[in-house]
């Protein structure tokens, strides 16, 4: 995907798109989202709204880089974590200690542990750190790499704004 010029319409957009116009409530539009990882491996995150206008219906879908915060809940489904492991694993992420996450979700050190024990299991990771390290090379790492290259090639950097001349 590129910055400039337009790009077809993929079945990502359409489905977006789809999805925008089927909800739509014409007095209050609402924005559908999808995530997705793109043929490259970064997560993307597409946003479909319906254009109020006076002519045909009409839909608007953006497409931006998926920020780790907003995908982190889907790459956590796709592992099978139930919600309180879900819980659990964002506070690992955080870096937050065993009694930290114990007192912020009312339970006991044990119990917090017994989650960690079926998140490494589910994950295929065998410590915290191994945890972090795999959200990381999974999911920061891509953009750290695309930026690398955007540098090399005096292109804007991902998160950041765009400067023209």
Known sequence: MGEEGHQPVGADRLAVAGQALRQADWTAPRCAVSRMQASSGVW???HGAVLVTAGPRRVA??????????IA???MS???LTDREQDVTRLVLQ????TEIATALHVSAQTVQQH???????TGVHSRRDLVGKVFFSHYEPRVRDNESRALAARPLRGEPLVRA
């Open 61 to 70: 879908v953006i497409v931006e880089p998926g920020h780790p915060a907003r």
């Open 95 to 98: 870096g937050n200690a065993t």
């Open 73 to 75: 809940s889907l790459l």
């Open 78 to 80: 796709a592992y099978g």
């Open 116 to 122: 960690l024990k079926s998140v490494f299991d589910k």
């Open 44 to 46: 993307i995150v597409l």
